[in-house]
């Protein structure tokens, strides 16, 4: 007791010392932290450290239920450093950014299929890619029959937007030929097809099974030996599972039908019968996580990762009751996706490292 007093009395003064300091010096202590935090941030690139081979990064693994952890939906894929964007959900253009991935550095962008929770983000990434990139050319945006609509309706209403910032900035900042989305439509019928190669790069597309969502499509990305495929929207689909056919990284959508039947339930109890229905009908256009895990093993999938999660899932407790009997569907490694991981896939190795952006 005798030693301990001196002890806590000396721990209460430097305590009080600390909130004193922090008072007197908070402008200081504010301005030495937000230097610190641009040196670190402002212009980084991340790529730099990515291996040659493709790398996968989950920017945004929300849905259209708010989840204060994960914007809309977004995967960015890396063919060395040359980026390549799958969806741009609301807010997700904001986390590109954020993670540091460069705007110059993107070749083009995919879209899986115009439901509003995939493209709410689009017109901050043309505006990102134009502004932030110094794009030369408007940013090549591929999707399905239909895209054009997209485009051309994002490029309308971004047009005055273009016009004042051109005006403000000047042509050699913002070079105003380089401003809005080029569309690139496909139609894949029935079966997969190749909707982009260039430089050792393809990207194959799929018609998946998102009724009355039609058209809607999953993708796949080969490059120098690795792989990765993206669900897309979808219910479980054959088709998705023969173009997953033992890829390294299969991204795929989850949407747990119990954790929603939950939600519409006590919708139905506190009198919100229209909400409580779309609760009823949204499971019958995607996949159960178990069903997901199916997939990963039927397709040979190295690496099952979960992203466009219904409903949110805002905190990790919640993610054993998410991935209920994923377990026993899938031997793999399964991971439920959060905004700024990555997977890397080293050319010449059949490694798959984790990392995280921050
Ligand atoms: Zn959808
Ligand atoms: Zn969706």
Sequence with gaps: MRILKPVIVLIAILLLGGVIVRTLFAEQIGGALFKAAVTKQVGRDVTEGFPDGLTVILVGTGSPVPDPMRAG???????GDRLFIVDAGA??????GEFGLPWGKVEAAFLTHFHSDHIDGLGEVMLQHWAAGGAQEPLALYGPRGVDLVADGFNQAYAW???YRLAHHGPTVVPPEGSGAKPFSFDTGTSAMKVYEKDGLTVTAVPVSHEPVEPAVGY???YKGRSVTLSGDTTKDAKLTTLAQGTDL??????????VATIGARLKEIGQPRLAQI????????????????????????????????PAVPSRA???????????????????????????????????????LD
């Design 73 to 79: 939906p977004m995967t960015v894929v890396a063919a």
């Design 91 to 96: 807010g997700s253009g904001r986390r590109f």
């Design 161 to 163: 937007d273009a016009s």
């Design 220 to 222: 796949r990305f080969d």
């Design 250 to 259: 299969l991204v795929h959508e989850a949407l747990n039908e119990e954790m």
């Design 279 to 310: 609760m009823d009908d949204i499971p019958s256009y995607h996949t159960t996580p178990v069903a997901a895990a199916e997939v990963a093993t039927e397709s040979g999938a190295k690496m099952l990762v979960f992203s466009h999660l219904v």
């Design 318 to 356: 919640l993610y054993p009751v998410f991935l209920k009997g994923t377990g026993a569907a899938y031997k793999g490694p399964i991971v439920l996706g959060e905004d700024g991981m990555v997977f890397e896939l080293p050319a010449g190795s059949d490694k798959i490292d984790r990392t995280r």
